[in-house]
């Protein structure tokens, strides 16, 4: 395979601690994290809640600088990036958040989030941007008349085509999904994996899709991170199968998930 | 796919927003009033006429008149001119610098953070009438330096409230989204922060507007605000305050006008509440 678009080299994040105790039983959120992504790539990373893998998604993305350790985006080195520098480089790395209630200001018409995009990074002009809007629409499964409605006419799942529309508008590299769908109702929560996929086929995207269902992971992407206590513990590889797996915490992961047949016995 | 069209109108027209409706249409008239005040009276606010001083309320003088012979309506609707003037500017400039203030110190943090609150606590330790007196009675009487102190004193109020709604609203994935898509500090503050951190302190400016209000006409009282001949409320009550008891008229009307005004405005920031509250779910 060819340089890999994105390269993590042992990064780790501390959170400081407030108030009296200070010092008292530090764990790191994230720590000495490695791994690479290819050009067009989906790359799964699971794991249990207070694992890391937000802390993981917050500092590929420089949402948190990581007290340690390397990003190598496209060859450049972002954590050594001063903040001004680096506020040009990070539409590069995209986020769609987990919560879709949140995710998006509730005083801004759709039309205006996914505008805005555009227009800071110079992506559209003034007179282009209503098509581009309607386009970017178009590709998240979304009617044209939408960019004319504020958020709160949208259902989560709907907001989530939402989010992934304004992460596209700042023509990314890398889509990092922090567990996008966790909030969603089960019947919506295929389409939006569907239109992550179909997107990743379509732009060429790379993709670092995060969750904490082992075989729902293990189902979209082939090579799998697993992450326990801030430590990624094992990586499945793209040939091998989560069946295979060797540590015991992803045994566990795996055992954890009701089997039809032992319900039904 | 259909988009799911909320069908919740706006609260103050479906569940009957008297406060706010109400509040707006007093403070119209009283507004409209004060723009108009030659065309509601015929009277001149500052002409003298000594024969006709102190009379009771008629129908040629509807709130009679006072010591001087002034026509006391008249001096009441030309003096919410000066009155509505302070509560504006006595509300505008502490509101838009305590907002930029707190906007700062709740996004930026730290130090940034510890400085400006250092400096709110040694303003709000202070108690807030006897601060405005000092810094009038300081830099001289007259409305200018009354908004001066006033501005001094209670930007601070402004800032504590935006201060915490922006700690709050930092932490949200829309700010997290547009500094992971590029943009720069000031647009997430100014465009992606303050639009969701304001309405409190919108809320709570209407209520300011009334102290302001009570606060000039106290100080016209004290004669540090508004200078005679200048028809001000307080002014018109310190004036007349030894006729009282003889001819109680001429303290009734601009007395019955502060509270008419305070009650107004503070409808409109009960119904402004309700508003909001409604805006967000």
């Known amino acids: 395979m060819s340089e890999p678009i994105l390269r993590v080299e042992g990064i780790s994040k501390t959170y400081a601690p407030r108030g009296l105790f200070k010092g008292a039983g530090l764990r790191p959120a994230l720590a000495s994290a490695s791994f690479e992504l290819s050009k067009g790539e989906i790359l799964g990373v699971v794991g249990e809640s207070g694992s890391g893998k937000t802390t993981l998604a917050r500092c590929v993305a420089l949402l948190e600088r990581p007290d340690a350790g390397r990003i190598v985006f496209k060859g450049e080195e972002l954590t050594a990036l001063?903040?001004?520098?680096?506020?040009?480089?990070?539409?590069?790395?995209?986020?769609?958040f987990q919560d879709p209630y949140a995710s998006l200001n509730p005083r801004q018409k759709i039309g205006d989030v996914l505008g805005e995009v555009m227009l800071v990074h110079g992506l559209a002009t003034r007179?282009?941007?209503?098509?581009?809007?309607?386009?970017?629409?178009?590709?998240?499964?979304?009617?044209?008349?939408?960019?004319?409605?504020?958020?709160?006419?949208?259902?989560?799942?709907?907001?989530?085509?939402?989010?992934?529309?304004?992460?596209?508008?700042?023509?990314?590299?890398?889509?990092?999904?922090?567990?996008?769908?966790?909030?969603?109702?089960?019947?919506?929560?295929?389409?939006?994996?569907?239109l992550i996929l179909d997107l990743r086929d379509r732009l060429g995207l790379s993709v670092i899709f995060i969750g904490h269902d082992l075989?729902?992971?293990?189902?979209?992407?082939?090579?799998?991170?697993v992450m326990l206590n801030g430590e990624i513990v094992e990586t499945i590889p793209a040939d091998g199968s989560i069946a295979d797996a060797r540590h015991e915490y992803t045994r566990a992961l795996m055992q954890a998930v009701p089997k039809l047949e032992t319900i039904t016995g | 796919m259909a988009l799911t069209q909320s069908r919740s109108t706006p609260a103050w027209r479906a569940g009957g927003n008297w406060s706010l409706r109400i509040g707006l249409a007093g403070f119209a008239l009283i507004l409209?009033?004060?723009?108009?005040?030659?065309?509601?009276?015929?009277?001149?606010?500052?002409?003298?006429?000594?024969?006709?001083?102190?009379?009771?309320?008629?129908?040629?003088?509807?709130?009679?008149t006072d010591h001087l012979g002034r026509?006391?309506?008249?001096?009441?609707?030309?003096?919410?001119?000066?009155d509505l003037?302070?509560?504006?500017?006595?509300?505008?400039?502490?509101l838009i610098i305590g907002t930029v203030v707190g906007l700062f110190a709740g996004y930026y943090g730290g130090w940034v953070d510890a400085v400006i609150g250092r400096v709110v606590d040694v303003v709000i330790a202070f108690p807030f009438l006897?601060?405005?007196?000092?810094?009038?009675?300081?830099?001289?009487?007259?409305?200018?330096?009354?908004?001066?102190?006033?501005?001094?004193?209670?930007?601070?109020?402004?800032?504590?409230?935006?201060?915490?709604?922006?700690?709050?609203?930092?932490?949200?994935?829309?700010?997290?989204?547009?500094?992971?898509?590029?943009?720069?500090?000031?647009?997430?503050?100014?465009?992606?922060?303050?639009?969701?951190?304001?309405?409190?302190?919108?809320?709570?400016?209407?209520?300011?507007?009334?102290?302001?209000?009570?606060?000039?006409?106290?100080?016209?009282?004290?004669?540090?605000?508004?200078q005679p001949p200048t028809a001000e409320w307080g002014l018109m009550i310190a004036e007349s305050r030894s006729?009282?008891?003889?001819?109680?008229?001429?303290?009734?009307?601009?007395?019955?006008?502060?509270?008419?005004?305070?009650?107004v405005v503070s409808l409109i920031g009960d119904g402004l509440a309700d508003l909001v509250r409604g805006l967000d779910e």
């Not at chain 1, 001063?82 to 769609?96: A, M, N, Y």
Request: charged letters at 15%; aromatic letters at 8%; a positive charge.
């Open chain 1, 82 to 96: 001063s903040e001004g520098v680096l506020r040009k480089r990070r539409r590069g790395i995209q986020t769609v």
């Open chain 1, 127 to 194: 007179e282009a941007l209503r098509d581009r809007v309607a386009a970017l629409l178009d590709q998240v499964g979304l009617p044209a008349t939408a960019a004319d409605a504020y958020p709160k006419a949208f259902s989560g799942g709907q907001r989530q085509r939402i989010c992934i529309a304004r992460a596209l508008a700042a023509q990314p590299d890398i889509l990092i999904a922090d567990e996008p769908v966790s909030s969603l109702d089960v019947s919506v929560q295929a389409q939006v994996i569907n």
């Open chain 1, 215 to 225: 075989q729902l992971i293990d189902f979209i992407a082939p090579r799998v991170l």
């Open chain 2, 32 to 64: 409209l009033a004060a723009i108009f005040a030659p065309f509601v009276t015929a009277f001149d606010p500052t002409a003298i006429s000594l024969t006709n001083a102190l009379q009771a309320p008629s129908w040629g003088h509807l709130m009679g």
């Open chain 2, 71 to 82: 026509d006391v309506f008249t001096r009441v609707v030309f003096a919410a001119r000066v």
């Open chain 2, 85 to 94: 003037q302070i509560g504006a500017i006595g509300v505008a400039l502490p």
């Open chain 2, 130 to 226: 006897v601060l405005v007196i000092a810094i009038v009675a300081m830099l001289g009487p007259g409305l200018i330096n009354l908004y001066i102190a006033l501005t001094v004193v209670s930007w601070v109020l402004y800032t504590r409230i935006i201060r915490a709604e922006t700690i709050a609203l930092k932490k949200r994935e829309y700010v997290l989204a547009a500094r992971n898509l590029g943009f720069g500090h000031l647009r997430i503050m100014f465009r992606h922060i303050l639009p969701n951190a304001i309405a409190p302190a919108l809320v709570f400016a209407m209520s300011d507007f009334a102290l302001d209000v009570q606060v000039g006409a106290t100080l016209s009282f004290f004669g540090l605000g508004a």
């Open chain 2, 243 to 263: 006729m009282m008891l003889a001819a109680p008229w001429v303290v009734v009307g601009p007395g019955a006008a502060i509270v008419v005004v305070s009650l």
